[in-house]
């Protein structure tokens, strides 16, 4: 009897025991190479535009980064995609949306200019329009190139932040503006080393994210720069954390959203830059986007797993955090839809990868207002 009790024992342990795998609430799109996403835009059908970038990091690779759009339904269903291998050589960073297409900004990697597109919503190519910086200026040269920023602004065009590199000066970030048709009507020094936000405000000036070494101190700072609308500086306001990484704007102020090693920040400050209240949250890397109620989701990043947050207007915590597993994960833009839920868009490693070691794949995921997911 207990030989047997013995047997029956081994017998179980040794048995596989299927479970069911984590639910996965998110999708990825790629090729075998690296694939880097920046932003989302809703087009009128109510479809999703993903835009990025689609390449290799070795420069002598003949497939050397492309701009890469994505066009997939509310359900996350890709519908098409095109890699225009007919442009230059391209890092595509950012694009603004408007009633007929896109507008797409792309540095350069071999010349020292910084490209807009106007594209339709499927993908054709409307113009192609480039500015060339002067005195041998690389928009993004010296690996600066990823902390290019796009915003829409109030009249229709496009204001574009980024960092250019001559051989004089090792980085400046600068302020262009063109209007919707793609005609450049402003570029402006504002000094610093780089930058990672920007965002036009109801006044018609710019609030922009900044860093650089502090002239006395000689220690990395980090700074927001208020500007009025010709890119002249009006106030700047260091703070003891990290770079901003995304703005948005209150009838009574603006809300900045900052990377962290230690955990994010979400701080509210007055018209003047003043602070008026500050939140710490999990993770390493942010976005944010205002809701109906006058509140602010926050998503944040954190190795393997993303974070939502509800906050009030006040910065207390409504609910979160609501944590789901991802793929390790960089999220660069979050869009509240016309049907109320949330799309969070960056991009990924997956595992295991579809291409070489740490090739990257574009990273979409959806929520509703209760941080419940939508896929």
Same mark, same amino acid.
Request: hydrophobic share 35%.
């Given at each position: 009897?207990?030989?047997?009790?013995?047997?029956?024992?081994?017998?179980?342990?040794?048995?596989? $025991?299927?479970?069911?795998?984590? /639910?996965?609430?998110?999708?990825?799109?790629?090729?075998?190479r690296? #694939?880097?996403? !920046? +932003? $989302?835009?809703?087009?009128p059908?109510?479809n &999703?535009?993903?835009?990025?970038?689609?390449?290799?990091?070795?420069?002598?690779d003949?497939?050397?980064?492309?701009m890469?759009?994505?066009?997939?339904?509310?359900?996350?269903?890709?519908?098409?995609?095109?890699?225009?291998?007919?442009?230059?050589?391209?890092?595509?960073?950012?694009?603004?949306? !408007?009633? *007929?297409?896109?507008?797409?900004?792309?540095?350069?990697?071999? /010349? *020292?200019?910084?490209?807009?597109?106007?594209l339709?919503?499927?993908?054709?190519?409307?113009?192609?329009?480039?500015?060339?910086?002067?005195?041998?200026?690389?928009?993004?040269? *010296?690996?600066?190139?990823?902390?290019?920023?796009?915003?829409?602004?109030?009249?229709?065009?496009?204001?574009?932040?980024?960092?250019?590199?001559?051989?004089?000066?090792?980085?400046?970030?600068?302020? &262009?503006?063109?209007?919707k048709?793609?005609?450049?009507?402003?570029?402006?020094?504002?000094?610093?080393?780089?930058?990672?936000?920007?965002?036009?405000?109801? #006044?018609?000036?710019?609030?922009?994210?900044?860093?650089?070494?502090?002239?006395?101190?000689?220690?990395?700072?980090?700074y927001?720069?208020?500007?009025?609308?010709?890119?002249?500086?009006?106030w700047?306001?260091?703070?003891?954390?990290?770079?901003? +990484?995304?703005?948005?704007?209150? /009838?009574?102020?603006?809300?900045?959203?900052?990377?962290?090693? /230690?955990?994010?920040?979400?701080m509210?400050? *007055?018209?003047?830059?003043?602070?008026?209240?500050?939140?710490? &949250?999990e993770?390493?890397?942010?976005?944010?986007?205002?809701?109906?109620?006058?509140?602010? $989701?926050?998503?944040?990043?954190?190795?393997?797993y993303?974070?939502?947050?509800? &906050?009030?207007?006040?910065?207390?915590?409504?609910?979160?955090?609501?944590?789901?597993?991802?793929?390790?994960?960089?999220?660069?833009s979050?869009?509240?839809?016309?049907?109320?839920?949330?799309?969070?868009?960056?991009?990924?490693?997956?595992?295991?990868?579809?291409?070489?070691?740490?090739?990257?794949?574009?990273?979409?995921?959806?929520?509703?207002?209760?941080?419940?997911?939508?896929?």
């Amino acid at each position: 009897m207990l030989r047997n009790i013995i047997i029956f024992t081994l017998l179980i342990s040794c048995l596989r $025991i299927p479970t069911k795998p984590p /639910e996965q609430h998110f999708k990825l799109y790629g090729t075998d190479r690296d #694939d880097n996403a !920046y +932003s $989302i835009i809703e087009a009128p059908d109510k479809n &999703l535009v993903l835009v990025g970038w689609y390449g290799s990091m070795e420069m002598d690779d003949p497939a050397t980064w492309r701009m890469f759009i994505i066009k997939v339904s509310p359900n996350g269903y890709e519908i098409w995609r095109k890699i225009y291998y007919e442009l230059n050589l391209r890092e595509t960073l950012g694009a603004v949306g !408007y009633e *007929d297409g896109i507008i797409a900004v792309s540095n350069s990697l071999r /010349e *020292d200019t910084i490209y807009l597109t106007k594209l339709d919503y499927n993908g054709n190519i409307i113009w192609d329009k480039a500015y060339v910086f002067p005195n041998g200026g690389g928009w993004g040269s *010296d690996n600066f190139g990823t902390m290019t920023r796009v915003s829409k602004t109030k009249d229709g065009g496009i204001a574009v932040t980024g960092t250019i590199c001559t051989p004089y000066v090792k980085g400046m970030v600068m302020l &262009l503006k063109a209007d919707k048709n793609g005609n450049v009507e402003l570029v402006k020094n504002l000094g610093f080393v780089t930058c990672k936000a920007i965002l036009q405000t109801s #006044d018609g000036g710019y609030l922009i994210g900044a860093w650089g070494k502090d002239t006395i101190t000689k220690t990395e700072t980090y700074y927001t720069l208020k500007t009025d609308s010709l890119g002249n500086i009006l106030w700047i306001k260091t703070y003891p954390h990290r770079p901003p +990484s995304k703005f948005l704007e209150d /009838e009574d102020g603006y809300v900045v959203c900052i990377t962290g090693g /230690e955990g994010i920040r979400v701080m509210k400050l *007055d018209k003047n830059g003043n602070e008026i209240w500050s939140k710490r &949250l999990e993770g390493m890397d942010t976005v944010c986007e205002k809701t109906p109620d006058g509140g602010y $989701i926050i998503a944040s990043s954190y190795l393997y797993y993303v974070n939502f947050y509800k &906050l009030d207007r006040n910065g207390n915590i409504i609910w979160g955090p609501r944590q789901y597993s991802t793929a390790s994960f960089m999220p660069q833009s979050l869009i509240r839809s016309s049907d109320n839920y949330y799309y969070l868009l960056g991009f990924a490693n997956p595992i295991p990868s579809k291409g070489p070691k740490d090739a990257e794949d574009f990273f979409l995921m959806k929520i509703d207002e209760n941080g419940n997911p939508g896929f």
